[in-house]
């Protein structure tokens, strides 16, 4: 049975605890698991334990009514080795991948001869491809840390703790305060400014 959760707003990443998962494959996931061909062993070998890139792989892993070889849930990437047998199953594949992307998931696919044949090429390739992405989920998880007075940046700027007493400012009203950078901001309600109304230019 296919249990499917509410996808939500997944953002740039999708959360994999919200990818439909089908119990019913769990023996078979777990049967191809211990078999693994030649390919599959040798690339498991280099990214097993977080070795490669810091990132956590999951080895067939259920996706839907799928599958796949390897998937990488912190960046919603799945990596398919494609052996000869694929070549007579295009229009499946094909399907497949549609459904996948439909998570917003990236799949990447990997000949069976290449891991064999190059396999530090291979790595080399996913190294290229992957690092942007662990990048930006890095850059994404990192938290915004809120400015300080003498810490703001030519487009960031801080203000004084104190404003000027009321119906102090040019119109006879409001408030006025003066930025770090000389300049003064005039403002009727002090309890209502907002960074989005100030003017950086």
Sequence with gaps: MLETSHKGDTGMFPKWYELPYNANLKNKA??????????????????????FLGLDFDRQKIIGNYIVDFFIKDIGVVIEIDGGSHNKKIEYDKERDEYLKSFGLKVIHILDEDVKKDLDGVMGYLREVLTPLTTLKEWMDTPLTPLKEGNDTPCQTSFNTSPLKEGNSPSGKGWQSKRTDGVVVEFEDETKISINDLDYK
């Design 30 to 51: 777990r049967e191809l698991g211990k078999a693994g061909n030649l390919s599959e062993v040798l690339f498991w070998k280099r990214v097993k334990g977080k070795q």
